[in-house]
């Protein structure tokens, strides 16, 4: 098969993408709205003809469809990238609708000189509006915390502005950062009430006994019990007297490695964080799934393969189940999380990481904006520091996410008692 796959925009299809757009929000993610204010909306109409990339946070599947009612409010059409292999899904008929509505393809994990390429003949080109997210692959599950962010991204914007004042001295690249916050749309009484069904489910699957444990106290005995499972089938001690953070860390490091393991892979960085082991084994089997020629697997067998994809869906459940993370601000967003998590090991529904189920209760789409700035603003410094002016774009990126994240926690409080974890 090719390898790249360019957009190719059709104004009919996307038309119709305008039309479908709320219901698919609604049927795949059940989110009922997208909430803008109307400063922000006067906001993007004034940004409409610039040249401009979109960043914003990606903790679920939804980000790129919010991005598309994002360009009908400013009344513009955005390019984006999508995984190559996404392109096959559906027999190629999903990738036919991304290449209508102005996505391409980019393959991660190796140079991929075509991808970079044509982002950066978007990006010169007038009105050119590209949609990035610094976060990148796999996504990170929870929308009150912020994945490392990969400097490539705002690289990718600077060799574009190498070009553009070769082309056009004195142009500028828009930059506009926005913070995507989910709220569910629903009773304290209602929530409560689906959750405590729910975790009861997951409960009864795996024969234990939740007793007068509060919620709070079921959802982290729900996580040590599968915690313990793991545990026992890598061989490693189980100890209940570790801290929790420290033995979820050793198991995530250890079901990465046994995937490198079985895949025999050379390249793999043992000593390297979860989150970059994670990238690694993803975008290497991506680019086994492709027959890429620069795949590093050889010799694995169907099996292998199978069992590798359902390890690192494990370890990314595990990577993103942090004790502290709900108990400290333990919100129905944050219990809904760790649910779906349950809901993956336990019962095998869809993982987060492939785009997860709807949500149990509907939701809305809360959408704030960094003020914008332009590319100029860093250019001349870039010339004489390169690294250390990506670097400060990068930060500067980081530190308007992270305020807008921040802003974004009173839109939905805890539901019970913050360390309220009762008894054992």
Known sequence: MSNFIPPAFHLPTAWFTDAATPAFLKLAHNIDEVIIRP???????????????????????AEPTIAWVISNAMGARFNSMAARRAFDFGFGLVGKLFQATGAFSVIPGIADRESMSMARKILIAPAGKLILYPEGEPMS???????PFQPG????????MDDLVKQSPGSDITILSAFIKYVIKASREEIVSDLEKSIDVIAKKLGVEPGERNLLRRFLMIGRVLSEQVEREYG??????????FRTGRLRHAV????????KLTRYDREADAIQKLRFLTAVLELEEL???QSPISGATGDDLRIANRD????????????EYLVAYPSAERFYEWLARFESLVLGKRPRMLGGEPSHLPRAAYVTFAKPFGLSDYYEKYKQDRKGTLQEILDR????????LQQSLALSKPIVEPYDVGSA
């Not at 490693?236 to 953070?245: E, I, K, R, Y």
């Open 39 to 61: 400063e922000d909306r006067d906001m993007l109409r004034s940004l409409r003809k610039r040249r401009l990339i979109y960043f914003s946070n990606h903790p679920t599947q």
């Open 141 to 147: 599950s929870e929308n009150d915390n912020l994945m």
């Open 153 to 160: 991204i705002v690289k990718l914007g600077l060799s574009a």
């Open 236 to 245: 490693l001690p189980v100890d209940d007297s570790m801290d929790w953070d």
């Open 256 to 263: 990465l490695d046994g995937v490198a393991d079985r895949l």
């Open 291 to 293: 027959k890429h020629p």
């Open 312 to 323: 690192i869906i494990r370890a990314y459940d595990f990577i993103v189940m942090r004790r």
């Open 397 to 404: 990126l980081r530190s308007d996410l992270e305020e807008r």
